[in-house]
């Protein structure tokens, strides 16, 4: 992994799920499945993330900084409200 960020996304149940947007180190096979694994092994049942999404790189802001507002939005368009 190379780079990686953890956002809330719209859920049913909860209100919101935690997703996982990961940047993969190039050169190197990882499947969502291997990550959820040891995401499993390493962190309590809440900080660990439903859903792994694989993208090419993650939005920054002006300051270098990730954009979790703009990954945010990508994933709350068109809801009611966004928690």
Same mark, same amino acid.
């Given at each position: 992994? &190379? =780079?990686?960020?953890?956002? #809330?996304? !719209?859920? +049913?149940?909860? #209100? +919101? /799920?935690?997703? #996982?947007? *990961? *940047? @993969?180190? !190039? #050169?190197? +096979?990882?499947?969502? &499945?291997?990550?959820?694994?040891?995401?499993?092994? =390493?962190?309590? &049942?809440?900080? %660990? !993330?439903?859903? $792994? =999404?694989?993208?090419?790189?993650? !939005? %920054?802001?002006?300051?270098? @900084?990730?954009?979790? @507002? /703009?990954?945010?939005? /990508?994933?709350? @368009?068109?809801? =009611? %409200?966004? $928690?």
């Amino acid at each position: 992994v &190379a =780079e990686v960020i953890v956002i #809330g996304t !719209p859920d +049913e149940k909860w #209100g +919101e /799920a935690v997703l #996982g947007v *990961v *940047v @993969k180190t !190039p #050169g190197t +096979e990882i499947t969502e &499945a291997e990550l959820l694994a040891y995401c499993k092994k =390493e962190l309590s &049942a809440y900080k %660990r !993330p439903k859903k $792994i =999404e694989f993208v090419d790189s993650i !939005p %920054r802001t002006t300051v270098g @900084k990730f954009d979790k @507002k /703009a990954v945010r939005a /990508a994933h709350w @368009k068109g809801k =009611e %409200r966004a $928690i």
